[in-house]
């Protein structure tokens, strides 16, 4: 070849080599550098374009999708930081990871995230199938979570010795007793010991351990150190274990016969899936109050799964439910009974003593349909139209919401939301922006103290507005609670201008006693 041709050839080889052209034949692929992945506090920070070598680098990852204006996710931080340690401390391979929703559109978007927070499961770097988080807010109950999805989520027992001491170390202890544990029966009971976190779980198929405690087929045995000590759940024969049937039958007979109510029990009592509970209040601090819990225990047996029995200590930190229920601390000794799923309230008719006796008396009284539901209200305030924004009770609700000359605004508030209270000053601007116009009604209404019959509330705070003209038309606000929005929703006859994008939707808050199954969270 011409010298002079020679060289421009080489030159122009050479560079398509350095312009990405690709290795020469033979020559093995370069791999791209791993994106290093930053840490806060334990927790790896993930973002588009670090996701896929966290989950290269690490075969089980939780990862908590978060917004920095979130109030949930402000909460959650300081108990996922602590879980983080826990699983450090003692090496575990799971790790604890979370994206800014916001900054990474791209993310939230992949993995079809709705609100905040929201936190996902990834196994051996499968990005395409997470697993939801379903478990506990705090520090302990996420480590547990992880824990079980790690190892075993029950222990194998081989003999009695073993048995006995699982069963003696736990207060709620539950063993499956299979004879195959190769059956698909074992595997739903595992499943579901991955997910019940406050009991412990054992198997075995050792027939001394079926002889030793009385079984002759497939059982889930319950065993706690209260009540009645055991409980049995035959796995039936033809259709197998159902996990929802076994899981509701633990829930049920792994509480007490009497729950009392605290900050630690309420999720379970609102998770039982009992919707007819039966309220105690008294005031712990007193004996004659405290004598009144025995026939209270020995009412509750007959109607175990059916209504549940729950002692709300008046002097301990439980305003909320005596509020909820309309009550004063002063009015202790009393019953209460309430079904969870109408939100429908009863009280006795004659105010008698609390006895075994009375308190059958009454359940049978309102589970037959004998007694009339209550509605809360306050009475109506003397100045309640004086200010711009209105106050609305009970008692005056339906005359004023339902004005067909005017077009009503209103808030149901509960006086301890953060909603509520961050949206306040929207609220009265708003109400005096509107004061001299006739046909529009800014107004609000306390709804823990306040109750509506078929219009319940069950998130804080709903915004609602009532049109002027007849058919008693409802619509409800779930935009952004800013002045300027609010302006644009009233000029616009109730409706937003098409263009005007959605912001932040009315947001149940998870204080409210028959909110308490529902882990809060922010939608986007």
């Known amino acids: ?10 030159l122009l080889l050479g560079a398509s080599v350095l312009w990405g052209q690709g290795p020469g034949p033979g020559e093995p692929e370069e791999e791209p550098p791993e994106e290093e992945v930053p840490e806060e506090d334990g927790i790896l920070v993930l973002s588009q374009r670090n996701l896929g070598s966290a989950l290269r680098k690490h075969r089980s990852l939780l990862v908590q999708f978060y917004a920095p204006w979130c109030g949930h996710c402000k909460a959650l931080a300081p108990e996922y930081s602590k879980a983080a340690a826990l699983l450090a401390a003692e090496s575990a391979e799971a790790r604890l990871a979370k994206v800014d929703g916001p900054a990474e559109a791209e993310l939230t978007k992949e993995f079809a995230v709705t609100e905040y927070p929201t936190l996902k499961f990834f196994r051996d770097g499968n990005r395409t199938h997470p697993e939801e988080y379903s478990g506990p807010r705090e520090a302990n ?6 824990r079980r999805r790690l190892g075993p989520s029950a ?3 081989e003999d009695e010795e073993g048995a006995q001491a699982l069963i003696d170390g736990r207060d709620v202890v539950v063993i499956g007793f299979f004879q195959d544990l190769q059956d698909e ?14 009991m412990t779980f054992g198997l075995t198929d050792q027939p001394k351990l079926f002889q030793k405690f009385g079984l002759t087929k497939d059982t889930v045995v319950l065993f706690k150190k209260f009540d009645e000590g055991r409980a049995d759940f035959p796995v039936d024969e033809e259709l197998g274990l159902d996990q929802g049937d076994l899981s509701h039958f633990l829930l049920m007979h792994s509480m007490h016969l009497v729950t009392e109510f605290n900050s630690q029990t309420s999720p379970k009592i609102f998770a039982a899936r009992i919707l007819n509970h039966l309220l105690l209040f008294v005031n712990q601090t007193l004996a004659q109050h405290r004598e009144l819990l025995v026939g209270f225990g020995e009412a509750a047996p ?3 799964g059916q209504v549940l029995f729950v002692v709300v200590d008046v002097g301990a930190d439980n305003d909320h439910v005596l ?3 309309g009550l004063k601390a ?4 009393t019953l209460r009974f309430i079904n969870i799923e109408t939100t429908k309230k009863y009280a006795p008719v004659d105010g008698g003593p609390v006895t075994a006796a009375s308190i059958t008396t009454f359940c049978h009284a309102v589970l037959g349909g004998h007694v009339k539901p209550y509605l809360l209200s306050q009475e109506v305030p003397p100045d309640w139209d004086q200010r711009p924004v209105k106050t609305l009770v009970g008692k005056n609700f339906e005359q004023v919401a339902f004005d067909e000359t005017k077009n009503v605004f209103i808030k149901f508030y509960a006086p301890w939301c953060t909603h509520c209270k961050d949206m306040a000053a929207a609220w009265e601007a708003l109400a005096e922006k509107y004061k001299d116009h006739e046909d529009i009604i800014i107004a609000e209404l306390d709804a823990t103290a306040n109750e509506l019959e078929g219009f319940p509330v069950h998130g804080f705070p709903t915004l609602k507005y009532f049109p002027a003209g007849p058919g008693r038309k409802v619509i409800e606000y779930k935009s952004t609670r800013d002045l300027e929005t609010f302006s644009k929703f009233l000029d616009n006859g109730g409706k937003l201008p098409a263009e005007e994008p959605a912001g932040e939707p009315t947001a149940p808050d998870p204080e409210t006693p028959a909110n308490s199954t529902t882990e809060p969270k922010e939608e986007l």
Do not use: H
């Open 1 to 10: 070849m011409d010298g002079q041709f020679l060289l421009p050839l080489l």
């Open 141 to 146: 109950g996420i480590a547990e979570w992880l």
């Open 155 to 157: 222990t194998r027992l």
């Open 185 to 198: 029966d074992v595997a739903t009971f595992l499943a579901l010991a991955q997910g019940a976190l406050d």
């Open 302 to 304: 007959p109607f175990r």
């Open 323 to 325: 509020q909820y229920f």
């Open 330 to 333: 002063k009015e202790a000794p």
